[in-house]
Structure formats: C-alpha cells, structure tokens
C-alpha cells in the first residue's frame, strides 16, 4: 500500500494546484500510515521536481520519453497507472484540472478503481473511506464512499490549500513501454496566454456583468485585476454576447471557481451564477441595485454605480501598494 | 458518418437544491427535469455536422423509464432516433459501461458528451467511455471540425487552448463554444413523437463506491454595506479583517 500522486507541468514547472495535490496526498499517505509517491511526466529540470519534496513527496518517478512530451490522456493513463502498480499504491490523487478532468477516470478505470472527482476535504476513514466532493454545480457537497480496493481522487483547487511537510528527495527514471494506440491524438498546437492569470487556479478573480454595458468598459475590471493579480471572469449572457470569451464565463453552465477574493460587479446573481460561485471565501458585490440577490451571499457589499465606485477602489489599491 | 450523443436527465438550473431521509437522498419533490445543457450544445453539433444527409444522430440516456420525456426532447432537438438503457445511473462508471456495451455493437464514428452533468458534477464519463473503447477521448472541448475521418479539436486548457487532431474513433465532452444549443421547433416536436426510441437493459457492474450523504454549504453571514461614497474603504477591510489581499 502507498499513494501516489500524479504532478502535472505546465512547460517544465509545476503550479500550486500541484503543490496541493501533493500536500493533500502527504495528508493521506500519513492518515494511512504509509508512504508517498510523485510521477512526472514530460521534460521538468531536477531542480524544479526538488521543490516537490517541500511538500512531502520523497520519491519521484521522472517520465521523460519524448512522444510523452505533450499530454495525451490516454498514454498519460497509461503511464500512471502502471507506475500505480509498481508502486503498489492504491490511493492515486490528481489534480482536479482541465487535464486532470480528463485523465482520472481512465486511471479509474484502468485500475478498477472508484474515482472521486472534485475533492475538497481530506478523506474520512471512520466508517470506510469517504470523499467530501462539490455536487450540483457548488449547490451541495456529497460525500462519496468509496468499497473499491484501489481509489482515485480528483482535488479541487483551492480547497486544501498548500502545506509545507520538507522531505529529502529521490528521483529515479521511470520507462514504461507506450503503445503506439495511445498516442493516435496528436497535439498540433498549444495556445496559452502567459501574462494572465488561469481562472480556475486563480486565488482572487474579479467578475463582470451586463450591468457594465458593454465590452468597451472592461478596462476598469481587467485594471482591477491586474492590480490584484487576479483573474477576470463574466456572467452568462456577457460570454453570450461575446463581450468576452466563453472560457470566462462562471456559474452552473460555466467554469465552478472557489477563490479567496470574488469580486463580483455589475452582476445580480442568479441562482446559476451562485451556483458556480458561492464556494468562494470572501465575495464583494458592487451593485447599483440594492435589491440584487447577490447581496444575500456577500461579505462585503457596495450599493453604487460601478463606473464610480471602481475608479474609488483602484485609486485605495494603487495607494494601498505604494 | 454514425455519431452517438449520450444525454443525462438532470434537475432545471433554477432548481433549489435540498435532501431528504437524514441528507442521504436528493428530494426530488417538485423538481423539473431538462437535457442537461452541455449535453444540448454536444447534440446540437452533431446535429450540424450530420446535416445534409452526412451522418445520423443518434441519443443514449442511461435511466429509467421518467427519463423518456428528456430523451423525447433531445428527438424533438433533431437526434434521429434514440435508445434507453433500463437502469438508474447509479454512478460515472456505471453509465458509462452501459454506453460503452452499446457502442462496441453499435459502430460509431463519433461519441460526444456534454463536459460534465449539472447534477453530480462528475466530468468522468466521456474519459471513461474512451478508455472501455479504448480510444481516444478528449475532454472539455469548445470546437470540432469533422471531415469524415479526421477531427480537428480545440479543448480547454487553463488560460488557453489546445489544438488537437484525432483520427479514427473517439469520444469527446462538449463545452460552450463547440455549437449554439439549438431549440425545437414545432415540426421538431412533432416528428418527435414517432421516432424511434429503443430500450434496452442494462449489464451488471460491479460497485465500487456510492454517495452516502448529502450537504448543503454552511450560510453565510451578513453582509457589510460599505457606503458607495467611501468605496476605497473597501480596500483597507480586505486586507486587515478579511485578510485576503
Ligand atoms: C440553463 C441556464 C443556465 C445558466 N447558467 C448560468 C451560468 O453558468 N452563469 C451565469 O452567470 N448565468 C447563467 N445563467 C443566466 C442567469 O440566469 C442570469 O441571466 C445571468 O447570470 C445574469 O447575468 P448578469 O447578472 O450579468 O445580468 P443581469 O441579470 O442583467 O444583471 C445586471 C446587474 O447589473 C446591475 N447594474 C446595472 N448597471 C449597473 C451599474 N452602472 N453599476 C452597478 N451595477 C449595475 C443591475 O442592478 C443588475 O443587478 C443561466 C441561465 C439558464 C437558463
Ligand atoms: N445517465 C446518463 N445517460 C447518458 N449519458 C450520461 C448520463 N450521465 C452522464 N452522461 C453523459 O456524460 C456527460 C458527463 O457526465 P458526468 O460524468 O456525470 O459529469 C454528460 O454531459 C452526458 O453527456
């Protein structure tokens, strides 16, 4: 028995949604009094896969053939579940990302295990196994019980936070043979866009609304954002109208976000906006209306116009940091 | 070109969400069930690329009979036939050998989901229908060009896109930008009724977990009003009694 856990680079460096995955799986192999694991896959330098060990992971299983080079899930699948057995490990955690999204069930299934996707809390054990995961897009929490021998989890970001747990670190080589049929997708081309910060990792995000009128007003929120070093983000029917792209667009039918800081301006909230949001620790509503339902679930709440109010918040931020 | 586009029946978006029996069972009472909306927008580009006499169209709900006004709406979207396995969908992995059983027999050349069910919010199916198969499956897509034998996709990736070309069989799992969801119109509801909808029981899996409880999110306390005159106020609260920035 021992857990491994699955590190996903983004061009060779690790962000701290992985730093999470491994924090969470140190918690577990400790809560099952056995050992951890890392593996790796793709091209990532000693010293980065070194800062795995801050985290508790004190053997990494390095990948590094060159057709694994970009991801393609079904090889990936592949390669972690056969590490999964050398390992002996029944407990494989994976970080709850667009790529882990589509990687964890077929490591499910490969190892006949049951998957929990979207955890947000370390496991329960009394009872047998039991997972806290999202339900109903951030409506509901269920606690998913697990009689499988072998179990995969899927963690959200932002939920478990990082923990440092310093280790020493072995790394070794791992070369798993590929079959040729697991590689038949082929990545042509990775567009990503350095600069911002990625909505579904970001710890603050600030969010737009119809009540901004139009895609020409956006300078203010991406200011305040930049500001803040946070993400933007849109309702529905801003994505709808193409004011702003769809991978922007939070709620039920949308990306379901948990940041510290939501930031939420111009937007009423409907219930399939909260629904993508309410998870999120601290949320501040900028409103002209104050009958919005959005104050219902607001920490912080401004009745006001956003085109003044904004402007006010940027200038306190600008003196704030200087 | 055959393409199969699998449904789930799940409660209205604007559903409160709420349990019964000690939390252990979602309450149903009152709730109003719809296609779950991703799975609108995958069989709407199905829908696109079968058009003109290019392919067929056809539906999979795993459930029990209640389902069969969610699946005649999916006929009504413009899906040619359809087929239900008898079953509840008792989780991802049940689902999703039910629809693999039915594919292996079946000979498509394209099976796409929605990228997650709005219910239990699982996005497993679709990766695990690939890996029954043992082909491909590209999860969270927002676009698919289709020429008969190769496709051309684009998924999400955190703060971008991947291109991504796939020959032969595969599954995908559809997000916004992948098709407009279209809307039945009157003919559409109308020929629904006759089409074909088959029913078919479903195979033994074995379990390997279940939901066992239920919560709802802890309320959340009141919310402070800042005055808007003193918006930048805002700024020192967050950082010293909030502690967030
Ligand atoms: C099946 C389905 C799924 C859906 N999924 C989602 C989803 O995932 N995410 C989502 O967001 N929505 C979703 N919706 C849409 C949702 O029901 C609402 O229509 C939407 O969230 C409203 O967006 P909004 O708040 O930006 O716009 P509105 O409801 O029009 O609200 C605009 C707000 O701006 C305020 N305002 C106007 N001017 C100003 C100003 N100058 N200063 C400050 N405030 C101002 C107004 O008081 C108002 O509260 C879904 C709907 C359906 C039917
Ligand atoms: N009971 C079901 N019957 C048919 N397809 C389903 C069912 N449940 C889920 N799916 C499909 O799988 C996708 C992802 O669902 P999930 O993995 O539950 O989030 C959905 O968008 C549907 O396309």
């Given at each position: ?157 932002n ?37 911002k910060v990625?909505l579904?990792?970001a710890e603050i995000v600030v969010s737009g609304g119809r009540g901004l009128?139009?895609?020409?007003n956006w300078g203010m929120v991406e200011e305040l954002a930049d500001l803040l070093g946070a993400a933007t983000a849109c309702s529905?029917?801003v ?5 702003r792209?769809?991978?922007e667009h939070v709620g039920?039918?949308g990306i379901?976000i948990s940041p510290n800081l939501y930031i939420a301006i111009g937007i009423s909230g409907?219930?399939?906006h909260l629904?993508g949001v309410s998870s999120s620790k601290v949320i501040v509503v900028i409103n002209k209306?104050?009958?919005a339902?959005f104050f219902k679930v607001a920490d912080y709440g401004i009745v006001g116009d956003a085109f003044e109010v904004v402007p006010k918040i940027i200038a306190a931020l600008k003196?704030h940091k200087? | ?219 959340r306390?009141?919310v402070k009003l800042i005055?808007a005159?003193?918006a930048e106020e805002l700024i020192g609260l967050l950082h010293?009694e909030a502690k967030v920035i």
């Open positions: 028995m021992s857990v491994l856990v699955y590190v996903e680079q983004v061009e060779g460096k690790f962000k701290k949604s992985v730093f999470e995955a491994v924090s969470y799986a140190k918690a577990i192999a400790d809560q099952q009094g056995t050992s951890l694991s890392a593996i790796s896959i793709g091209n990532v330098a000693e010293s980065e896969l070194n800062e795995l060990g801050k985290y508790g992971a004190s053997k990494i299983l390095k990948v590094e053939a060159d057709q694994l080079k970009n991801f393609v899930n079904q090889a990936y699948a592949s390669v972690i579940a056969e590490a999964a057995k050398n390992e002996s490990a029944n407990i494989v955690v994976i970080s709850n990302s667009f790529s882990g999204k589509g990687l964890a069930p077929r490591v499910a299934v490969k190892l006949k295990a049951g998957l929990v996707d979207g955890a947000v809390e370390l496991p329960t054990t009394d009872g047998g196994f039991s997972v806290k995961k999202t339900a109903f897009s951030g409506k509901a929490f269920a606690i998913a019980t697990l009689t499988s021998e072998n179990k995969v989890i899927a963690l959200n970001p939920a478990f936070g990082v923990k440092e747990n310093a280790v020493s670190v072995a790394i070794e080589a791992f070369s798993p043979e590929v079959k040729s049929s697991d590689l038949t997708a082929i990545v042509k081309e990775i567009v990503r866009a350095t600069n990625s579904p990792d009128k139009g895609p020409e529905k029917p994505s709808d109208a193409d004011w792209p769809h991978s039920q039918t379901a409907a219930i399939q629904a209306d104050p009958e339902p003196a200087a | 070109m055959k393409i199969l586009v699998c449904i789930s029946n799940v409660p209205d978006t604007t559903t409160k969400i709420t349990f019964t029996g000690d939390n252990t069972e979602f309450n149903t009472a009152g709730v109003q069930y719809i296609v779950n909306p991703y799975d609108e927008i995958a069989l709407s580009r199905a829908i696109e690329l079968a058009e003109g006499g290019k392919g067929t169209v056809t539906v999979i709900n795993v459930g029990e009979a209640a389902t069969e006004p969610t699946i005649r709406k999916a006929l009504a979207i413009g899906a040619d036939d359809a087929v239900r396995v008898n079953g509840a969908p008792r989780d991802a992995y049940f689902v999703a050998t039910q629809i693999a059983e039915y594919a292996k027999s079946n000979d498509f050349d394209i099976i796409l989901c929605g990228r997650e069910s709005i219910d239990y919010n699982g996005s497993q199916v679709a990766a695990m229908v690939g890996e029954l198969l043992d082909i491909p499956s590209i999860s969270i897509i927002k676009k698919l060009d289709y020429d008969g034998s190769t496709a051309t996709i684009e998924r999400e990736i955190e703060g971008g896109k991947e291109v991504v070309s796939v020959s032969g069989k595969f599954v995908a799992s559809c997000a916004e930008g992948t098709a407009e969801a279209k809307i039945p119109n009157m003919r559409g509801i109308m020929s629904a009724r006759t089409k074909p909808l088959q029913v078919i029981e479903a195979v033994a899996v074995e379990e390997v977990g279940k939901i066992s409880k239920f919560e709802t999110p802890a309320p306390g009141s005055p005159e003193s010293s």
